[in-house]
């Protein structure tokens, strides 16, 4: 009987663990900032991987932006390049749009986006 109420409480631990982990992914973003923008203008950010997209936002130089990891053209995740150097982090994602996690009407309802790599860097 004891073996088997250690068994049970081994399997529910053992659930619980995987479930967390499972999800702790999902909850985890990659810390860029706005950069190289030029003076008096704004980076949009936009509905889809387009110039012609929809703004959803617009951030100036230095604001920091949560990435989802995702970026265009089959580059990798930037959560998985984070232990690179930074210039080569930036090189990967020069041309391609990277998806960030944002809240444009700032009342709490957060959104997928896209901005220009060019203009992000690692924070």
Request: aromatic share 14%; glycine share 8%.
């Amino acid at each position: 009987m004891k073996s088997l109420v250690n068994t049970i409480a081994a399997a529910a631990v053992a659930s619980t663990v995987a479930f967390f982990a499972g999800h702790a992914d999902a909850a985890t973003f990659a810390a860029w900032q706005v950069a190289d923008v030029p003076w008096g203008d704004v980076l949009n950010v936009r509905k889809y991987p387009a110039s012609t997209s929809q703004k959803q936002a617009a951030y100036p130089n230095g604001t920091v932006l949560q990435m989802t990891g995702r970026c265009t053209g089959g580059a990798p995740d930037l959560r998985d390049i984070a232990h690179w150097p930074a210039w080569k982090q930036r090189q990967v994602v020069r041309y391609r749009w990277c998806e960030v996690w944002h809240d444009p009407a700032q009342n709490g309802r957060f959104v997928t986006g896209w901005v220009y790599g060019k203009y992000i860097r690692p924070y």
